[in-house]
């Protein structure tokens, strides 16, 4: 009788998650980080992060988006190498928050038409450590997701599912 193969039948070596799954779950992650840091930040200081009175929730909302966007982005193309260098975890961190700041910036100049407003309120951004806060909810995620990649786990199985050894 021939013994079953240990081998996995689709294909040699598990490869991890797949990079659109791993980037899925590490933005989600990413974006639960920096939400509980930037409420924490906002508790902890006992202001707004955006204080600036009559800007509404533009620039929040288009910043928080263009961080998404550029994390979710970078670290796609970043898990698609094989196998993915952690030192790409940095980039993305920078990249991510320097993004918020940009799209902050651009958003803040469409509502009050003043480029000096909008240099103010990225500046408070950067001093009052809301970068900051981003950078690591970024750096953090980003290297969640390149673990979940080089992991190279393959899909649970069930006992029965299991070969038996011997």
Do not use: K, Y
Request: aromatic fraction near 6%; charged fraction near 10%.
């Amino acid at each position: 009788m021939d013994q079953p193969s240990s081998r996995d039948p689709r294909g040699s070596d598990p490869a991890g998650v797949s990079p659109v799954l791993a980037t899925v779950f590490a933005t989600v992650g990413f974006f639960a980080l920096a939400v509980f840091g930037l409420g924490a930040l906002s508790v902890a200081t006992d202001t707004d992060i955006i204080s600036t009175p009559g800007l509404g929730q533009g620039p929040g909302v288009g910043g928080m988006l263009g961080a998404l966007v550029a994390f979710a982005g970078l670290l796609l193309v970043a898990l698609r190498r094989r196998p993915p260098s952690f030192s790409s975890a940095a980039v993305i961190a920078v990249c991510t928050a320097l993004a918020h700041l940009v799209v902050v910036w651009i958003v803040t100049t469409s509502v009050t038409a003043s480029f000096l407003l909008a240099t103010a309120v990225a500046g408070d951004l950067v001093r009052g450590g809301t970068s900051a806060v981003l950078l690591v909810a970024a750096g953090i995620a980003a290297c969640g997701g390149i673990v979940m990649r080089r992991a190279g786990a393959g899909h649970p199985r069930w006992p029965w599912e299991r070969d038996s050894e011997g």
